[in-house]
């Protein structure tokens, strides 16, 4: 059977965290969330009754909704789509907003995964991030979480500050460790455009970078958690479906401003504006602004960059089908770059935190 995911955008945050660049904007008019959600919802019916197999609410800040917002946007969710084979179903939880009454009505509408931004557990680092919440306020959070029952839960951390040393970040690791949360993702901090930080010329230390990735690995190794994906651990049975999906470059739809989608092989984007993309809807205009139909070069080109991520799945030898596709190959596996094993292909360990520079060999 042919199923997909679905990624839903929520665009807004209370403010701009100084390193961030996903589309969001402030979230102060509430009747503008509202038409955003009847939009969302109106979207949606574009695809009605498709079979979905994993959902994943992102943004953003998903969690800023009321209950009311996110009660309608979840009801018009089960009304629309044929969610009978729903394996996975994420929420994105900002800590400070994250309010009980919210997470009972998540649980209540099938929600099984929260992925919560915890980024640091010393405040110093949460404020430098500026974040809106300090670890009292996620400890808060990850109580309530648990005790309506959550068991697929995932904390993102980011690292490799300026001035952080790598002990500091060990501590950061270790103090998180004791949530023993199910699933953990660890970014490198990166400097977008578009940020505060960009503005203000911050530099980043790539050796450090590495020696925080390399610690993650050395503390990681000997836990519950497995590294099954460049920036991922998961313990037994709690990879992230959904994500995975993307990395073995299947199907999804993207509902909301900003989101991307890939379907029937177009991969697509919405238009990053929340009054354009509203009006859009209403008037039942395409709100799609980027359309990349994929030819075979580009689908396996993209298979081989994706499915490369999963470090321990890898891909299927076939999937390097052209000349060029197959010399590189070839190189890569002399080089030890690249093994393989019982017909599928895997990213060496060594060359995990360079992922970036191995993939353009296929590019
Ligand atoms: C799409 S963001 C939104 C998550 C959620 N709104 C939050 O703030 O917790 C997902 C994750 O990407 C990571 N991230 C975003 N920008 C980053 C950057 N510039 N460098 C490293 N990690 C970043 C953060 O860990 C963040 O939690
Ligand atoms: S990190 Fe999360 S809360 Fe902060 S600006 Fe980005 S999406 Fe919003």
């Known amino acids: 059977m ?13 403010q701009k965290c100084f390193y961030c660049d996903f589309f969001s904007t402030k979230y102060d008019d509430i009747s503008l969330v509202d038409k955003y959600i009847d939009s969302l919802i109106k979207h949606s019916q574009k695809f009605k009754n498709k079979k979905i197999n994993s959902i994943y609410i992102g ?8 209950f009311k917002q996110i009660q309608k946007l979840l009801l018009s ?45 010393e405040d110093k680092y949460l404020k430098y991030l500026g974040r809106m919440h300090d670890l009292k306020t996620f400890c808060t959070c990850y109580d309530n979480v648990k005790h309506e029952g959550f068991n697929n839960v995932n904390i993102d951390l980011i690292y490799g500050l300026p001035n952080q040393t790598v002990d500091d970040w060990e501590i950061v690791l270790k103090k998180t460790l004791l949530f023993n949360s199910e699933h953990l ?13 960009y503005k203000n010329g911050i530099v980043l230390d790539d050796k450090l970078q590495r020696e925080m990735y390399e610690k993650n690995v050395e503390i990681l190794e000997h836990s519950e958690y497995v590294h099954y994906e460049v920036s991922n651990w998961a313990k037994k049975n709690k990879e992230a479906l959904h994500n995975t999906n993307y990395w073995r470059n299947l199907e999804y739809v993207g509902l909301g401003a900003g989101a991307c989608g890939y379907l029937g092989g ?12 509203i009006n859009f809807i209403e008037n039942n205009v395409d709100c799609t602004i980027e359309n990349e139909y994929m030819d075979e070069k580009l689908y396996t080109t993209e298979t081989i960059m994706l499915g490369l991520r999963l ?6 030898i076939k999937c390097f089908s052209s000349t060029q596709n197959k010399f590189a190959l070839a190189e890569c596996l002399r080089e030890r770059i690249l093994i393989q094993e019982e017909g599928r292909v895997k990213l060496a360990k060594e060359y995990v935190f360079i992922f970036n520079q191995i993939v353009t060999r296929f590019m």
């Open 2 to 14: 042919h199923m997909i995911g679905l990624y839903i955008h929520i665009p807004f945050c209370r």
């Open 59 to 66: 943004g953003g800040t998903p969690s800023i909704l009321s």
């Open 77 to 121: 969710l089960s009304n629309t789509f044929n969610l009978s084979k729903v394996k996975e179903f994420t929420f994105e939880l900002n800590p400070e907003s994250a309010l009980k009454e919210k997470l009972i009505i998540l649980k209540e509408f099938g929600v099984n995964r929260l992925s919560i931004g915890l980024q640091s557990v």
């Open 185 to 197: 993702s660890l970014y490198p901090l990166s400097v977008e455009e578009n940020t505060t930080f």
């Open 266 to 277: 177009n991969r697509y984007k919405n238009i990053e504006n929340i009054e354009k993309y």
């Open 311 to 316: 470090l321990h799945e890898g891909l299927s």
